[in-house]
């Protein structure tokens, strides 16, 4: 059973920083594109950041500057690093990947981890 969680959220101050993690876990070849998306109350999902096997990256311009997107493909772990944050930023925060098994392509997603700024 191949399993997305996440973990790192949390309350912050605006201008704080957090981490979040992402670990994939269970039986699959390898990890193609990984991605963060939000999620705000009344808001649909939307994509903040993407970084590929090769470790290309894409940022939501919302996001650009203050967030930075990184993977350990060792490890299976996305990460992303939200540094000077806003209280627009509060959301549940989704991981997002596609898994190799064998020659086919999977689409997964985690549970989402909180994070609210706010003073």
């Known amino acids: 059973q191949v399993q997305l969680v996440e973990s790192g959220g949390g309350l912050v101050q605006p201008g704080g920083s957090l981490r979040l993690s992402c670990a994939a876990s269970?039986?699959?070849?390898?990890?193609?594109?990984m991605d963060w998306y939000r999620q705000a109350p009344g808001k649909q999902r939307e994509l903040v950041a993407t970084?590929?096997?090769?470790?290309?990256?894409n940022y939501a311009d919302s996001v650009k500057g203050r967030f930075t997107v990184s993977r350990d493909n060792a490890k299976n772990t996305l990460y992303l690093q939200m540094n000077s944050l806003k209280p627009e930023d509060t959301a549940v925060y989704y991981c997002?990947?596609?898994?190799?098994?064998?020659?086919?392509?999977?689409?997964?997603w985690g549970q989402g981890t909180q994070v609210s700024v706010s003073s």
């Open positions: 997002h990947a596609l898994l190799m098994m064998g020659r086919l392509q999977y689409s997964y």
């Open positions: 269970g039986s699959f070849t390898s990890i193609n594109d």
């Open positions: 970084i590929t096997r090769a470790t290309i990256t």
